[in-house]
């Protein structure tokens, strides 16, 4: 049976055909991104910590898509339910919060923040994340 799910079908397809690209089908932009990304990010199975990155760095919608590809719709829904932070705008921390940072040195020090906010979730508060911020 095909996916109901119009992108998931048609990142399955993009997964069996590489070769093929979808913006021949007259396909919006935002799908054959998706489904392009979904299809080369596929796992056949994924852990809580790869779907977060996953959301974290690709989005909500490629995430969906490689979790039903691989069967595991439900683990989207978790980590939406559960509120940990999987994006810049959830960490506990922001730019301004590091001002001996300049530049391109704040993001790529937000950037690590959320990869270690991704494996430790409770340590997402601002307290936590400046007293660890030498060591990242």
Same mark, same amino acid.
């Given at each position: 049976?095909?996916?109901?799910?119009?992108?998931?079908?048609?990142?399955?397809?993009?997964?069996?055909?590489?070769?093929?690209?979808? @913006?021949?089908?007259?396909? &919006? #932009? #935002?799908?054959?991104?998706?489904?392009?990304?979904?299809?080369?990010?596929?796992?056949?199975?994924?852990?809580?910590?790869?779907?977060?990155?996953? =959301?974290? %760095?690709?989005?909500? &919608? $490629?995430?969906?898509? $490689?979790?039903? /590809?691989?069967?595991?719709?439900?683990?989207?829904?978790?980590?939406?339910? @559960?509120?940990?932070?999987? @994006?810049?705008?959830?960490?506990? =921390? #922001?730019? &301004? /919060?590091?001002?001996?940072?300049?530049?391109?040195?704040?993001?790529?020090?937000?950037?690590?923040?959320? &990869? %270690?906010?991704?494996?430790?979730?409770?340590?997402?508060?601002?307290?936590?994340?400046?007293? =660890?911020? #030498?060591?990242?």
């Amino acid at each position: 049976d095909l996916p109901k799910d119009r992108l998931v079908r048609w990142a399955g397809f993009k997964l069996l055909t590489p070769q093929l690209e979808l @913006s021949s089908f007259r396909l &919006d #932009k #935002k799908t054959v991104r998706i489904c392009t990304l979904a299809a080369g990010l596929y796992a056949q199975e994924l852990s809580a910590l790869q779907c977060k990155r996953l =959301i974290a %760095y690709a989005g909500w &919608d $490629v995430a969906r898509c $490689v979790a039903a /590809m691989s069967g595991q719709e439900g683990l989207v829904r978790e980590i939406a339910e @559960s509120g940990d932070c999987v @994006s810049l705008g959830q960490l506990a =921390i #922001k730019g &301004d /919060m590091l001002p001996h940072l300049k530049g391109d040195q704040i993001g790529a020090a937000l950037y690590r923040f959320l &990869d %270690y906010v991704l494996e430790h979730p409770e340590e997402n508060t601002a307290e936590k994340l400046l007293s =660890i911020a #030498k060591t990242i």
